[in-house]
């Protein structure tokens, strides 16, 4: 399987990196120039790579613990491309953990109407369908890493990815790029990453947004569905295991709000109804991120609050602020400081420092950056 993977890797580069060297030569006649002049025009590959350090400080009652450490946490690559005006695909793959993330075909004959089929991003939530290479923060929001199909989810980590078919679609414009209204409905195999789906039933996800004035949108989503295998989560706090069942009940709703200008972004910001089983899910967020300097030096600060459990006393507060220098309007370098809060005595202080390596190959170009 590791050999699979590797040669899968080595063929998306060898497929598009030629492009690099072609700029400035004459047009090829060959078979083989041929290939890569059409390679060069329907294919692109995009790489990146989020990696730094962090420490954590945490304080229990009678216990006190630091740790700190380098850390790689994404290796994406993304190899997409176009069939047709009409027909595209996309592949991503994620080196760390050898993972294929997502492998979709997308036909889109219509603005207000657009079909993927295979593996991708449910639509479910607004920070979820956002590119993990251009979070504000360093850490996910607890609203996609409890609720959404990532780390701490009854369902384990799926990346919010899942086996599936979407259609969606923009209707009312209102210019040049906006419209009034976007639209996305999934039914998936409820199995995230897995290939394989292991019961009859299917899951079904929707998402409506509408943006009123440029800039601000406001939005509802909902996912209803059951668990897909056997799963086993473990507490960060406690370091607890809970396994859940198969066919358990795992529903969600969400409502989003999300205003942005060239130099302000407020989603503010998201809440989510989750239940798991008997058990009833709370989480929002809200975030500010503001250019102090145009297109060079930014600061954020988030709020989040998740409960576990409505029915008992179980609640975190976490308080992150930070800043990121934009080396290029796509090369930044990201600090943070976060602060969490456990109604059990306990809290933990986190400080990150990340950075972003990012390749993107275009048309005849291939460029290195940081981002």
């Avoid at 295991?241 to 999300?258: D, H, Q, V």
Wanted: with cysteine; hydrophobic share 35%; proline share 1%.
């Amino acid at each position: 399987m590791k050999n699979t993977r590797l040669l899968f890797v080595i063929w998306m580069l060898f497929l598009v990196l030629p492009q690099g060297y072609s700029q400035g030569k004459k047009e090829d006649s060959s078979v083989l120039g041929q290939v890569n002049g059409f390679l060069s025009k329907h294919v692109k590959l995009t790489a990146y790579g989020q990696f730094g350090y962090s420490y954590t400080d945490r304080k229990d009652l009678d216990v006190s613990q630091a740790d700190n450490q380098f850390f790689g946490r994404l290796g994406m690559l993304i190899l997409s491309g176009d069939i047709t005006d009409k027909l595209s695909w996309m592949v991503q793959y994620e080196l760390f953990t050898s993972q294929l993330l997502e492998l979709y075909a997308c036909y889109k004959p219509y603005s207000f109407f657009q079909v993927k089929i295979g593996r991708m991003k449910t639509c479910f939530t607004l920070e979820n369908q956002m590119s993990s290479s251009v979070y504000e923060t360093v850490n996910f929001s607890r609203v996609i890493e409890r609720l959404a199909g990532f780390s701490g989810d009854v369902c384990g980590n799926q990346g919010g990815r899942d086996m599936g078919l979407q259609v969606g679609g923009e209707l009312f414009k209102t210019s040049v790029d906006d419209y009034f209204l976007e639209y996305r409905v999934g039914v998936y195999n409820g199995s995230g990453l897995s290939m394989k789906d292991h019961n009859d039933a299917k899951d079904f996800a929707a998402w409506f947004t509408v943006q009123p004035v440029k800039g601000l949108k406001m939005g509802a989503s909902a996912y209803i569905g059951k668990l897909n295998d056997d799963y086993t989560v473990v507490n960060d706090e406690t370091g607890e295991e809970t396994i859940y069942n198969t066919n358990m009940k795992r529903n969600r709703m969400a409502l989003s709000t999300c205003y942005q200008t060239h130099r302000l972004t407020c989603r503010g910001g998201e809440y989510l109804w989750g239940k798991d089983g008997s058990i009833n899910r709370r989480v929002f967020y809200a975030l500010g991120y503001w250019f102090a300097i145009p297109s060079r030096l930014a600061v954020v600060a988030k709020l989040e609050r998740y409960e576990a459990d409505t029915a008992v006393s179980d609640s975190e507060m976490i308080y992150t602020v930070g800043g990121a220098y934009y080396i290029t309007p796509k090369t930044r370098i990201m600090l943070n400081y976060a602060h969490f809060s456990y109604e059990k005595s306990v809290s933990v202080n986190e400080l990150w420092a990340m950075s972003l390596l990012n390749c993107n190959s275009n048309n005849d170009s291939f460029v290195l950056g940081l981002s």
